[in-house]
């Protein structure tokens, strides 16, 4: 079963156990696959569908920290909530040791020597740990990596 289909076949079952988080947090992710759709004008991948699915935690995780900072724990949680749903959409997220053992093994492909080579780093490595692994962590490991 292709990752659309599963999230179609989710939120059928939420709507029937008549889960309002879910459903509104499936229609959602459904609305955002259909624009990503149109904006390519063809269906989408499972990687790709991944890619967009990343791009919702990244924001529900900006949204719910602004929550936060402003006082509003109840709206933060919520977001916390949309974060779990979306995440059984992605692939198991790599620990950073895991991300620091692929960057120490793409810098040596590219042959990386100083902080000036982090675009050809982070090109490498963000299509092998594409779905496993916030690029803004990544982005962290390999500045630190880089500058030693």
Do not use: W
Not at 14 to 33: G, P, Q, Y
Not at 82 to 107: A, H, N, T, W
Not at 116 to 126: F, P
């Amino acid at each position: 079963m292709s990752l659309a289909d599963q999230i179609v076949q989710d939120l059928k079952e939420a709507m029937l156990a008549k889960d309002e988080v879910r459903i509104s947090c499936l229609r959602m992710l459904k609305t955002s696959i259909k624009n990503k759709q149109v904006e390519k004008g063809r269906e989408l991948k499972d990687e790709e569908i991944q890619a967009v699915v990343s791009s919702l935690v990244r924001k529900g995780k900006e949204a719910a920290a602004e929550f936060a900072k402003g006082g509003r724990e109840d709206l933060a949680k919520k977001e916390e909530q949309e974060l779990e749903i979306f995440y059984k959409y992605l692939p198991k997220q790599l620990s950073e040791q895991e991300i620091e053992s692929v960057l120490r093994d793409v810098i040596s492909e590219v042959n990386a020597t100083s902080p000036k080579d982090m675009g050809r780093v982070m090109k490498a490595a963000m299509s092998k740990l594409a779905g496993k692994a916030e690029g803004k962590v990544v982005s962290e490991i390999a500045k630190r990596l880089l500058s030693n």
